[in-house]
């Protein structure tokens, strides 16, 4: 086994930790880029689509597109990364020691590290975690693997698809399907309204006539070998199927697309504190978790709907490790809580000190029209035309709104309220 | 006394039944045996989809089931060994049968009749504040358990695959995708069986076909009347990390019909609650689907044994097994005089996993008895088959070296369950060794590939792409369970429709 020494090690090759990688070198610490598959980039690489990069590059780029961009400026700055590498465990030593444990084909390594940053992106729902019945037939996918078969390898799964789940994957996929003389015979959403980007709707969906079934759940699959058909049903407003309302959809291929989790395990095991909202940890304003020293960024932090945050937070965690080692800890005089208020759903950083200014990701529980997004507390207050759970609101919260905050105001509400 | 030179034995079905009579025959000289399968894999029936559970036998009465209960203790003991010689995965934490109410203990005191009758050492009922050291994971409604020590828990798709692998070894044919349509018969004589590859000659038929063994026999023009139903189980499966896992074997009390709902933690460390009993249409015997009402009754009856439950959204797999239920409960083993040459191994419902290694001496040795035919010991059969090499298994240490000698231990392409492209590459190899069909459901069966949290959304690509290098095939044609992982190339529809 050998031994090597680190001030910090990157966990998780996609463009949060591209972006932590290549902050934290330029930066000036010696750090370690960990991938476990044979490639870096992680999702992007089989996103064919535009709609990445526009933030970061300025551009509308592909995913493939943005994330060689970002891998070639990887490169450049001279990021020591190595791919098929298995983070096996991370040992929690001290304040300022950690140990991972990394499998690879040229042995196990034991890296001492000062920090670590996890950038280990999400995983996909499955179909029993969404509790569809019925039988188990070959022919379901979820989306990621559908996208990898077909954008990766050039592999059709099926001709006949029905998706369940409208985010913005679900839609994606829809679409990559119509384009490739697939029939989609419906997207399935439980919720009243789609969970994707309105222009994801219209891009995907109304343009290629897929019909999209808002209110109806997938009840029930059917099929021997393959799948044959799914038994679709309307749902209550309490997102239970109505009896008497189900139809069937002959199809021979489903795909899952209900939503991403972030991927934590390793985290878990660390037994950091998990926000229950986003499935992710709980952090500080530079992304450190609850134990010292481990950060985290991109979609294992929070699911986001752009990939130019991703690439924002590996980028801020990768200050956070740098503050950490230089201050031996990030220095802050008081923590103020975030407190989740009226129709907000989830919100991180979950605390801020105000000593430096924040960027605040947020989602909002309900779509509402003509609304001020506002913090009271320090005077914060913007309209907004309308904002949906499908859209992360993003916002910046300079130092200065926090200066006429007294001491002893250790938290600060974010809320939706009608105009 | 018959003379043959060589006996010509064709098992039909590859279950834990039909693989056990195998591993066994194959202990003796100058038998050819054959094993057949429906399935591209062995143990895909009934054996695949059960409760995984070594019964202490107490629950089988001897006034009833007089075989049955004999079979089963027999079992009991003979998996002991059996499980090391073939290094199956196993434990034996023993069991509680849960009682929550007078009747409930009423019932489960009739068990401790049964126990004694049957000679299951350790029985015995334990109150409320005993079981609760013996189990604290169990319900706050308990009022007590029928104690039974010596229960155990196995991997019951990983016991069939080894005792083939161990049967190949010793000299078994397997024949998989095999669909026996008929028994032929001729002048009082098996002659074998009549396949969807073709006629297949044989001495002695054995009927190990589980749920289709109504038919078979049928076929062979023997039991007419005798009837298997359709009992459907389904199970649902939590993931690996839920707080609520109990070491011992829990179920409630059992009715006439069906032993109860079991809360477990399988040897691979998941809770698994289930089943329900449900009999289907006598003609449903590929309803493997899964049903809103099952799942929600075992969750319910799983409140009585647990302290909690998780959540729904904790489930990582539901699934639904068919258990052959014969006339009556009573299992059919018997060797025909006429058509001389048929066996049936039929209706071995529950405890047929426990049985199935005893089912297969007494199937042997009635075979000799009836047949009057003496079996000569082979002097170089092997008991032993060697599991896959495991890097989840394995410490840091032990898998550093693992990749000294084959870097392919240290690439991992299951995150969830930690495992290597080696395993999955012996796994093929193990694979077509035994002569059945390479399937990713047959990779995650010998790998556990797939078992976890994603549940192969991040690796079955990736076993897929090792699979279609390993065949040099092309990847859309790797078999997931049935059919194929892709139905062509992207551009496919396209140029079709031109």
Not at chain 1, 311 to 333: M, S, Y
Not at chain 2, 346 to 361: C, D, F, N, Q, V
């Amino acid at each position: 086994m050998k031994i090597l020494n680190y001030d910090t090690v990157i966990i998780g090759g996609g463009p949060a930790g591209i972006a932590a990688a290549i902050r934290t070198t330029e930066l000036g610490l010696k750090s370690v880029f960990l991938e476990n598959r044979d490639v870096l980039g992680g999702i992007p690489l089989q996103c064919v689509h535009p709609g990445f990069g526009l933030h970061y590059f300025r551009e509308d780029l592909t995913g493939t597109e943005f994330i060689t961009r970002l891998i070639d400026k990887l490169e450049k700055t001279g990021v020591e990364y190595i791919v098929k590498a298995y983070v096996h465990s991370v040992e929690y030593k001290d304040f300022d020691k950690k140990i991972v444990n990394v499998i690879t084909p040229r042995g196990v390594l034991k890296i001492n590290t000062k920090t670590v940053v996890f950038t280990t992106g999400a995983r996909e729902r499955h179909i029993f975690e969404i509790g569809v019945v019925g039988d188990r037939p070959d022919g379901i996918y979820t989306a990621g693997e559908a996208q990898t078969l077909m954008d990766i390898y050039g592999i059709l799964p099926g001709k006949e698809v029905v998706i369940v789940g409208s985010g913005d994957v679900g839609l994606i996929m829809a679409r990559r399907f119509a384009l490739e003389g697939a029939k989609v015979k419906a997207v399935v959403e439980i919720l009243p309204y789609p969970g994707g980007l309105m222009r994801n709707v219209m891009q995907c969906l109304i343009d290629f006539n897929i019909p999209l079934l808002l209110q109806h759940t997938v009840v029930k699959v059917v099929g021997r070998k393959r799948v044959e058909r799914i038994v679709v049903a309307k749902v209550d407003k309490d997102l239970k199927p109505i009896k008497g309302t189900e139809f069937e959809i002959p199809c021979d291929t489903l795909v899952i697309s209900a939503g991403l989790r972030p991927y934590i395990d390793l985290l878990e095991k660390l037994e950091v504190v998990v926000d229950p909202s986003t499935g992710g940890p709980v952090v500080n304003e530079y992304l450190e978790t609850s134990v010292p020293g481990v950060f985290v960024a991109g979609n294992a932090l929070v699911i986001n709907d752009l990939v130019d945050y991703a690439v924002e937070q590996g980028e801020l965690a990768a200050e956070g490790v740098k503050i950490f080692i230089e201050n031996n800890g990030i220095p802050t005089k008081t923590w103020r809580k975030i407190r989740k208020g009226k129709s907000i759903r989830l919100a991180v950083p979950h605390m801020v000190s105000g000593e430096r200014d924040v960027i605040l990701y947020a989602r909002v529980s309900i779509p509402e029209k003509n609304v001020f997004v506002e913090i009271p507390e320090i005077g914060f207050k913007m309209f907004s035309f309308g904002v949906r759970p499908a859209e992360m609101l993003r916002l910046r919260l300079g130092k200065e709104m926090f200066s006429k905050l007294s001491d002893n105001v250790n938290e600060i509400t974010l809320e939706v309220k009608p105009r | 006394m018959i003379f043959m030179d060589r006996l010509r034995v064709a098992i039909v079905g590859a279950g834990i039944v039909g693989a056990s009579i195998a591993r066994i025959l194959s202990s003796y000289q100058n038998v050819d045996i054959l094993l057949i399968d429906r399935e591209p894999d062995v143990g895909w029936g009934s054996s695949k989809a059960n409760t995984s559970i070594i019964h202490p036998c107490h629950e089988e009465d001897p006034r009833v089931h007089p075989l049955r209960a004999e079979l089963c203790l027999r079992g009991n003991k003979l998996w002991r060994e059996w499980v090391e010689e073939l290094e199956i995965p196993a434990k034996w934490p023993g069991e509680l049968m849960i009682f929550t109410d007078s009747d409930e203990e009423k019932r489960a005191r009739e068990f401790l009749e049964l126990a004694k009758m049957n000679k299951v050492p350790g029985v015995r009922v334990v109150d409320r504040e005993e079981l609760k050291i013996l189990e604290p994971n169990v319900g706050s409604v308990v009022l007590g358990a029928l104690y039974a020590p010596t229960a155990g828990i196995i991997s019951p798709f990983e016991a069939v695959i080894a005792i083939v692998e161990n049967a190949v070894d010793n000299g078994v044919k397997l024949l998989t995708e095999t669909y026996v349509e008929k028994v032929r018969v001729s002048s009082g004589r098996v002659l074998g069986v009549e396949t969807s590859r073709g006629f297949i000659e044989a001495d002695i038929v054995i009927n190990a076909s589980g749920i289709y063994a109504d038919k078979i026999s049928h076929t062979a023009g023997v039991e007419l009347d005798f009837k298997i139903v359709p009992r459907r189980g389904e199970y649902v499966l939590f993931d690996e990390d839920v707080d609520v896992k109990p070491t011992k074997i829990l179920h409630t009390t059992p009715i006439p019909r069906t032993k109860g709902v079991y809360a477990i933690t399988t040897v691979h460390g998941n809770l698994m609650i289930g089943p329900t009993a449900e009999d289907l249409p006598i003609d449903a015997k590929e309803d493997l689907s899964t049903t809103v009402e099952g799942v929600e009754y075992v969750l319910r009856e799983a409140r009585k044994l647990l302290r909690s439950v998780p959540p729904k959204s904790r489930i990582i797999r539901m699934f639904a097994g068919l258990r052959p239920e014969p006339p009556g409960g009573q299992w059919l083993i018997k060797v025909y005089e006429d058509p001389w040459g048929f066996v049936n191994v039929a209706g071995i419902r529950s405890p047929g996993l426990t049985a199935a290694p005893a089912i297969a001496e007494y199937v042997v040795k009635l075979i000799e008895d009836t047949y009057d035919i003496k079996l000569a010991r082979k002097n170089s059969w092997s008991r032993f088959r060697r599991d896959m090499v495991r890097v989840g298994n394995k410490s840091l240490e032990e898998v550093d070296k693992l990749i000294e000698k084959n870097p392919d231990y240290g690439e991992i392409v299951c995150i969830c369950k930690s495992v290597s492209k080696a395993e999955v590459l012996e796994a093929v190899e193990r694979i077509l060794k035994i002569g059945a069909k390479v399937t990713l459901d047959g990779i995650k069966f010998r790998t556990y590939a797939g078992f976890g949290k994603c549940q192969g959304s991040f690796c079955r690509w990736r076993i897929a792409l090792l699979i279609s290098e390993k065949l040099g095939i092309p990847l859309n044609e790797v078999v997931v369970k049935k059919s194929s992982y892709g139905i062509g190339d992207v551009k496919m529809l396209w140029r079709e429709a031109i």
